[in-house]
């Protein structure tokens, strides 16, 4: 291979790294934004029930983001 070839090749390794870092630095901040805006919601809905007196059921389905089924009895 000449330089020419040697140096396009490793350019477009660079470039296909440094796409997967930023896939995955978006999959780890979406995570992070759905497991913050969750929580957010659920102490929402528990802080009205707990104000109604009403008794509610809470599922926590997804550790990782939260996600939940909440359900007034």
Not at 8 to 14: C, E, M, Q, S, W
């Amino acid at each position: 291979m000449n330089s020419i070839s040697q140096l396009l090749t490793g350019n477009i390794k660079l470039t296909l790294l440094l796409i997967g870092i930023v896939q995955l630095v978006s999959v780890i901040v979406m995570i992070l934004m759905q497991h913050h805006f969750h929580t957010e919601e659920i102490n929402i809905l528990i802080n009205g029930a707990v104000a109604r007196d009403e008794n509610y059921e809470l599922v926590i389905h997804n550790e990782l983001t939260q996600a939940y089924s909440f359900r007034i009895k």
